[in-house]
């Protein structure tokens, strides 16, 4: 086989990149389009690398880098989540190929940081506050001292299958973004997080701490705010069962509230 059929500059394909870019919080976005020679199977997180390299534009202006969040690049880690053609998802798992039908070099694939959290610069974002409310509802198995505890408690087989898709959450924050109740001004907490309280309070001892998960998410930004428009089931990489999550542990914060009621 030739070299041109190996080498995919020489076939002259590439695909056309366009990126919102903002170089802090202060200042205005603004779009810059940059030409990516094609390769087969590549991702995002491969483009951005090719123009990190190359940071000169389609109209051959000299630029900066971008910048992005990306660690594992296998949808483990959840950080290179990014608003890709107008749907949140991750930049790992995201093949130019499908994005653009395969063989369509002359659509450009649009790359926009997500809304929901502050923009730190380009494709980062500051996702500090989806760990924050991870820390409000006590989203952990409590231990209690640094010395062997010992066997746990056993835990049944059929609870193990249903807390194992909800423990597949990597708090990327797609469910955020695509979720109308969640904005920056207000303080609802989404689907992630109630799915993860429910995680820890179907556990033998992770259930200690259950009240207290409760009483946060029975609060302001709780379970009562959101509105069950089930966009988070649709972008969730993990196809976590949100929107069951959510219900059941609306039925936990309602039996919570009524034994607190009948025992004052």
Known sequence: MSQTQHDPAATGRSVTIRIRRQFDAKQPPHWE???VPRRPYMNIISTLQYIAAHPVTSDGVKTTPPVWDSGCLEEVC???TMVINGRVRQACSALVDSLTHGQDDAQPITLEPVSKFPIVRDLFVDRQRLFNDLKRVKAWVPLDG???LGQGPPVPQEQQERRYPLSRCISCGC???ACPQYTQTNHF??????SQARL???HPIGQTL???RLEVLMGPGGVADCGKAGNCAEVCPKQIPLLESIAVVQRQATVHAIKDFFSL
């Open 200 to 202: 820890f309070n179907d």
């Open 33 to 35: 389009a940059f030409s």
């Open 146 to 148: 640094t010395y062997d």
């Open 210 to 212: 259950m009240p207290k």
């Open 175 to 177: 469910c955020l973004e």
């Open 189 to 194: 907490v989404g689907a992630a997080v109630i």
């Open 78 to 80: 959840g950080a290179c």
